[in-house]
């Protein structure tokens, strides 16, 4: 083949092997070109301001309101029912004067008129689950949601107020300017959900079956009207809760006073400051937790298991908790917890040590005195190493009905072992690598968005994705081997299915909301660290996100702007690709060509094209009339100088040619000439529309190999099809694509030259199920003598 070499002269011969690119034969200014390395700026990304800057810290004037909470509430054990008194202080920085307060009474949504139960949707199957059916007995004689609400000024006089759905509306008596604060009291009562009945992220669980305690465990979260946000992005945020977008929340402190059955244990946000509620011995286990290397007990198995059986105890006790700049407060009381716990060092002036503290019945053991409190350690040590040193004085797990849920310093998590049909506990492989793994994720939300306080409503992705990404690093430095979710790999049959929707879609429109809030967003960020920025740059630039918004509320274009400004490089390819569409990556190796620079000496230039025309094969028909002579064979008068050369023979002409040319070479051209390396060019085919850059192994004849990490730039002319180029001395055996699986490729079975044999293993599929037949099903025999019939003795 004859190149060409124009300006490439000199780069070629500048080292034994170089890279280079030709972009596709595409009129790039029309027809179906789409530019994916086009700039967000200007496009889809707000204007930055002086609350949030261009380079994705918060701006000079950045505010955010300021709400604080003193609330009493009381458990009422026998009838499910939490009963409570609130004083709220809300304090207005925003730069409006405000005219009313917007609250969330996301419990609202257990009413049976809500706008989240209204519009469920269901399948038009032919079957209905059990659990479905019992979800809804339990609406036809139970409705959730706040009941017995107050709401009154710091006059003493009523304020109104007006329920929207899940929201709720307090007209203030004159508009709160801004600086100035506003304090207000309300009441109210609250059912609480038996969760594994109704769902939901809180609520009560029953150990009532036969031969059980009778006793239940109770989880109260979004249990108290809490202030909705007011931003400078959106103003008030009203979007109603219909159970998949979560929370948005402002800051603030908390005096809560939780009033418990007398023997019940409580779990909550904060810090308890009347320990001497505790008896003399806990008070001294905890002590000892706080310094220890393993966990402590500091309400021991038998001591639980003691206060289950006993008469449930005449009155109450009252803790109180205060908790610190936290966006949110929830609690956990039963008679039935065990309590473990264990300090955590870390380098931090305010908080030294984190208790990470454990509570969980009998039922959760010995899965969660052998894992919870060891995997909370964990996720702080991680977690730290990758954002912020952790901001509380206390993480804690809790086991109860609720699979998984976050709030500051406290967790809701499921998993626990089982016993079998002969009574025996055990436990399976699945429940304990979900219990650590659920656990790592609940107590890295209170980094993701308790901490950074992201708009979990609008985009779940967020929290869900950023803390599923951190999540699956904890996991492989748990373990190198966990079965975690986050390698490429596994993403590819969501990228490749239908009915998906962009990440950066709405909480409460996502279809298939698993892969899409948490596991594509989670894989993105591991090819972003792994293969795209590597390993420096992604740590450096993601902690400056989380430091910079740690307490405070970023948007998409904040983490965005922050990921480019510290990594340095132009990510809106990336975040076009992965978060803004429904592309996948499926990259094809079509084709390899393979060169070398044409000699000028005439002899060797038309060996080399002799030996190329004699590899391909010749005439069938002139094969197949072998032994029949030819009239040139058989006539010698037939014969002349054409019979005697072929077209391939060097000519005096073509001899006189070569030495004319090398006369006249300018010394560029001659030096170029003696170029011997190999050239080799690639045709790449982006079948799934998503840019990536592409990772090739190139293996030599000897044996050896070698990868190179082209990056996503070489789409930038034509996303659709490229020729790259590689030069060496080595001769080429074979080439793979995305040798490491690190980029989500869909389809391997094109990324391979030569194409590989895809290896499989059938199974034999299943034997028919025996037809109908009502007479072998109502236990009818027939005599072989008689059609008569008769029924089978001892049916």
Same mark, same amino acid.
């Given at each position: ?41 200007? *496009? ?19 505010w ?47 009413r049976?008129?809500s ?16 659990? *479905? ?7 036809q ?19 109104p107020f ?29 059912p ?28 109260a ?16 945020h009203?979007?109603a ?21 007398a ?40 001591e639980a ?8 105890? /005449?009155?109450?006790r ?7 700049n ?49 995997a ?9 190493q990758?954002?912020?040193?952790y ?37 399976t492989e ?10 790592i ?33 904890? *996991? ?7 079965? /975690?979710?986050? *390698? ?15 990440v ?5 429109a ?6 899409n ?33 740690r307490f405070?509320?970023?948007t ?21 690709g ?21 000699s ?26 072998a ?45 170029a ?28 004849s ?9 990056p996503?730039e ?21 080439a ?30 299943p034997? /028919?199920?025996?037809?109908e ?11 072989p ?11």
């Open positions: 083949m004859k190149f060409a070499l124009f300006g490439l002269a000199a780069a070629l011969l500048a080292s034994g092997a170089q890279a280079q690119v030709s972009v596709g034969a595409v009129d790039q200014s029309k027809g179906g070109f789409e530019d994916k390395f086009r700039q967000f700026e200007g *496009e889809d990304w707000p204007t930055p301001s002086d609350y949030r800057n261009a380079s994705g810290a918060p701006g000079y004037r950045y955010q309101q300021q709400v604080d909470y003193d609330i009493d509430v009381a458990l009422d054990e026998a009838n499910r029912t939490l009963n409570a008194t609130q004083v709220v202080t809300y304090r207005n920085n925003a730069p409006d004067s405000l005219g009313y307060l917007w609250l969330l009474l996301d419990q609202q949504n257990y049976r008129d706008m989240a139960e209204r519009s469920r949707t269901y399948t038009n199957s032919d079957t209905v689950s059990v659990n *479905e059916v019992l979800r809804v007995q339990r609406f004689e139970w409705e959730g949601g706040f009941n017995d609400l107050t709401v009154v000024g710091p006059d003493g006089q009523p304020l007006t329920i929207v759905d899940s929201m709720m509306r307090v007209e203030l008596p004159r508009p709160l300017a801004t600086g100035e604060s506003f304090t207000f009291r309300m009441g109210y009562s609250l609480l959900p038996e969760t594994k009945v109704v769902g939901g992220r809180s609520g009560y669980e029953c150990f009532t079956e036969p031969g059980e305690d009778g006793n239940c465990l109770f989880l979260a979004q249990w108290f009207p809490r202030l909705a946000v007011y931003s400078d992005y959106e103003g008030w009203n979007q809760f219909l159970g998949a977008g979560e929370f948005t929340l402002e800051f603030g402190d908390y005096q809560v006073s939780i009033t418990a059955p023997d019940h244990i409580v779990a909550s946000t904060g810090v308890l400051t009347n320990p001497e509620i505790l008896s003399a011995e806990q008070r001294a286990r905890l002590e000892r937790a706080r310094i220890a290397d393993a966990p402590v007990y500091i309400v021991t198995p038998a298991l003691a206060a289950e059986g006993r008469p449930a105890r /005449s009155g109450v009252t803790w109180n908790f205060r908790a610190d936290v966006r949110d407060f929830a609690f956990a009381s039963s008679r039935k917890f065990i309590w473990d716990a264990m300090g955590i060092e870390q380098d931090s002036a305010e908080h030294p040590v984190v208790m990470a503290m454990s509570f969980y019945p009998k039922e959760g053991r010995p899965l969660w005195d052998a894992y919870s409190t060891r909370i350690a964990h996720t702080i040590d991680v977690y730290n990758f954002a912020f040193t901001p509380y004085p206390t993480a804690q797990s809790v086991n109860g009905p609720v699979g998984g849920m976050e709030y500051p310093m406290i967790t809701f998590n499921g998993p626990r072992p089982v016993k079998d049909d002969k009574g025996r506990l055990t436990y699945r429940a304990k690598n979900g219990l650590i793994g659920v656990v994720h609940e107590v890295g939300h209170i980094y993701f968005p308790m901490t950074v306080n992201s708009d979990e409503r609008q985009w779940s992705w967020m929290d869900e994705g950023l803390n599923s990404f951190l999540q699956f690093q904890a *996991e492989k430095l748990w373990d190198a081997d966990f079965p /975690s979710r986050g *390698e490429p790999k596994d993403i590819v049959e969501y990228m490749v299915s239908q009915d998906q929707m962009p950066m879609t709405q909480s409460d996502i279809n298939q909301f698993g892969p809030a948490y596991a594509k967003p989670a894989t993105a960020l591991v090819i972003l660290r792994e293969t795209v920025l590597g390993r420096e740059l992604f740590d450096r630039a993601f902690r400056e996100y989380a430091q910079r918004w405070k509320r970023p998409p274009y904040d983490f965005f702007r922050s990921m480019e400004e510290g990594s340095g490089v132009d990510l809106d390819w990336f975040w076009r992965w978060f803004y569409s429904t592309d996948h990556v499926d990259v094809a190796l079509e084709g390899v060509t393979a060169a070398k620079l044409e000028t000496d005439p002899e060797v230039r038309n060996a080399a094209a002799r030996t190329r025309f004699e590899s391909q094969p010749g005439s069938l028909t002139a094969q197949r009339n032994g029949i002579e030819t009239v040139v064979e058989r006539d010698p008068a037939t014969r002349d100088f054409y019979n005697e050369t072929d077209r391939f023979t060097t000519t005096a002409q073509q001899r006189r040619d070569a030495t004319s040319a090398a006369g006249k070479a300018k010394p560029e051209r001659r030096r000439q003696t170029f011997e390396d190999n050239i080799y060019r690639f045709t790449f085919k982006n079948i799934g529309g998503l840019v990536s850059p592409v990772i090739v192994k190139l293996t030599w000897d044996g050896t190999d070698e990868t190179i990490r082209i996503a070489i789409w930038r002319r034509n996303p659709n099809q490229v020729v790259w180029q590689y030069v060496s001395s080595k001769t080429l055996a074979g793979e694509i995305d040798p490491l699986w690190e980029t989500a490729d869909a389809n391997r079975g094109n990324n391979s030259y030569p194409q590989r044999i895809d290896e499989r293993s059938l199974s034999l599929s034997e /028919s199920p025996p037809g037949n009502r007479m072998r099903d109502s236990d009818v025999e027939v005599s003598d008689s059609t008569a019939a008769r029924v089978v003795s001892g049916s």
